[in-house]
């Protein structure tokens, strides 16, 4: 499995043959590797943790663009049907679906999933987390969330070996907060911390996440770098 960042959220997974994209915030995303989506040679599916504008994205371009599959919740999944989109697998938290050789799983978060139309809110469901299970390994991908104890539930399910852990703090949790779901309810071997640096308003620092850990290696990727797990 070949784990690539794409700054903030957004990740390019591919495995078992499929090219996954987790919230590809890219256009206004300053750390978007740029020039990357010349190199997608397709893309399947495009995964969504929630409905925030910086994780939905160019979803509905790229969907449209590559012919690509959204799975997502399901009121976010009605969203981008109103957009054009067509291709869905709609689900909810606590749900698994297998497409392609690959397991999606909708896990909890805590957070909030809304986007803003004409100064007045949408509801975009419930905000959640994905394990993403392909030839064997499992990846977390925490969304935008606060630690919680049933992290230790899903480690525990669905055995994740590698997590993407927010850490920029001010909408999710920061460095002392994600170590201690890292170190106390999650038992990940590689850890990458996300959600961090996008912006001046993101100021957990990784490496201070880093020190704190004490289970599992945090990898800090720079964007457009990949990880081979
Ligand atoms: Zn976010």
Redesign the pocket.
Known sequence: MRITWLGH?AFHIQAAGQDILIDPFWTGNPKYPQGYEDRLTKVDTIVLTHG?E??LGDTVRLAKKFGATVVAQYEICMFVNGQGVERLEPMNTGGCIKREGVRYCMVPAFHSSAVIRDGTPVTMGDPAGFVIEAEGTAVYHAG?TCVFSDMALIQRIYRPKVGLIPVGDR?TMGPETAALACNEFLDLEVIVPI?WGTFDLLHGDPHEFARRVRRGRVEILEPGQSLEV
Request: hydrophobic fraction near 30%; aromatic fraction near 14%; charge should be negative.
């Open positions: 959220a925030h910086d994780h935008d909408f959600h």
